[in-house]
């Protein structure tokens, strides 16, 4: 006897099998917990900045000015919610608390983001002259925290400093590219750039809880001369002078917000709060 198959019965993709692999399993780190308040803290300052700017570039999608460009810095702002999922499930370990309450059930002043991060998109130049200050920041903060004592915030550094290397190169190719372009492009990026540097001085800025931390955390004054080594070489191959202006009083560390912070986090937070423990 010859057993039949109809049509309907066929399996178009032949034996297909899924792994199911919880989303927290697959986050750089995630076998740790923070032993201490300051640790716990410092995870959240750095989660904090990812995901604030994370949130700024995942505006940008579907109004980039090339089609290119939308998947860009969608994939740049996927890679930074990746790095504030792992630090900020990090920081929630030591007060039992989960990465969803720390992003979206705090009010603003609980967040500690630096200013930079808050800056507002404003046009392309100067959304890519706000990318190149925190990716070249960010690189040498990866970097030298992949070092650290702390093999949670170690083992999260060694994998966000790989991807920031190309967010690093991306935001210098675009630099480079606008302040070489037409003389409105060239005109952008500079007004971009006077724009965003009043608010460089606060990611270099040592306070506690990394005074408190030598050997795990890494002192924010020591990552400038990297930064600096850095940005006058771009600047050099672009032709372009780093900013007189005077740094902001700023003050993101202590909870103290620039004005578009709050805007940002009722859009990331809304349904989060509106359906309480939703899944999907």
């Known amino acids: 006897m010859i057993e039949t ?6 399996d178009p993709h032949g034996e297909v099998t899924v792994d199911r692999v919880e989303l927290s399993a697959e986050l750089a780190g995630s076998e740790g917990r923070a032993s201490s308040a300051e640790i716990a803290q410092y995870a959240l300052w750095l989660g904090d900045d990812a995901l604030i700017l994370s949130q700024q570039l995942g505006a940008w999608i579907a109004h980039a000015p090339e089609l290119e460009e939308d998947v860009a810095l969608a994939n740049i702002a996927l890679d930074l919610l990746g790095h504030a999922r792992s630090l900020l499930r990090y920081a929630g370990t030591f007060d039992d608390r989960t990465e969803d309450d720390l992003a979206y059930f705090r009010d603003e002043p609980e967040f500690r983001s ?5 800056q507002p998109n404003g046009d ?34 060694a994998k966000a400093v790989k991807e920031i290397d190309y967010h690093r190169d991306h935001a210098v190719q675009w630099t480079l590219r606008l302040a070489g372009g037409t003389d409105e492009s060239r005109r952008r990026m500079v007004r971009g750039l006077h724009d965003t540097w009043p608010y460089v001085d606060e990611l270099f800025r040592d306070s506690r809880p990394v005074d408190a931390l030598p050997g ?65």
């Open 5 to 10: 198959t109809t049509p309907d019965e066929i």
């Open 114 to 118: 630096a200013w930079l991060f808050e």
């Open 124 to 157: 392309f130049a100067r959304t890519i002259a706000r990318q190149l200050v925190a990716s070249v920041y960010m690189y040498e903060l990866y970097r030298a925290l992949s070092s650290s004592s702390d093999a949670s915030l170690a083992a999260i550094a």
């Open 216 to 280: 795990v955390a890494v002192a924010p004054s020591s990552l400038r001369d990297g930064f600096g080594a850095v940005i006058d070489a771009v600047f050099a191959e672009a032709d372009l002078a780093v900013p007189e202006v005077e740094p902001s009083a700023a003050g993101g560390r202590q909870g103290r917000h620039f004005s578009t912070l709050g805007h940002l986090l009722a859009e990331m937070q809304v349904l989060a709060r509106r359906h309480p423990g939703a899944t999907w």
